[in-house]
């Protein structure tokens, strides 16, 4: 199982892409968004645990959630809803595939996904 070449994407609670320019996705400050992650799966159908932390402006962590979930032969994303930046500046989205979480046994399945935004 591999993520997708651009696994990922930012959406507002609306579905509405988060506005990218020159390479730099940016969003609002306060406003919801939901994170997609893609996954390109060639077998069968396999349990992951995608993690996603969000570190923020001042270093800390600003959203961390993780889902349980299944992913089917092809291509197929998952959601987690809720990362609402509170401050302006520099955000890191950071993604991690694991096959279950750590305390049950989980290993990494997938590289690590990283994507650098700005809140305004």
Do not use: C, H
Request: a negative charge; zero cysteines; glycine letters at 12%.
């Amino acid at each position: 199982m591999a993520l997708d070449p651009n696994p990922l994407g930012l959406y507002t609670s609306t579905g509405q892409p988060a506005p990218s320019s020159g390479g730099t996705v940016t969003l609002q400050r306060g406003v919801a968004y939901d994170i997609e992650l893609a996954f390109q799966q060639n077998d069968a159908t396999m349990p992951v645990t995608p993690i996603l932390e969000v570190i923020g402006p001042d270093g800390s962590i600003a959203y961390l959630q993780g889902v349980q979930a299944s992913v089917q032969g092809g291509q197929e994303t998952i959601t987690v809803s809720g990362f609402k930046p509170e401050e302006t500046g520099t955000y890191t989205v950071k993604a991690f595939t694991w096959s279950t979480w750590l305390d049950e046994g989980g290993v990494p399945v997938g590289e690590p996904y990283w994507l650098t935004v700005k809140a305004q």
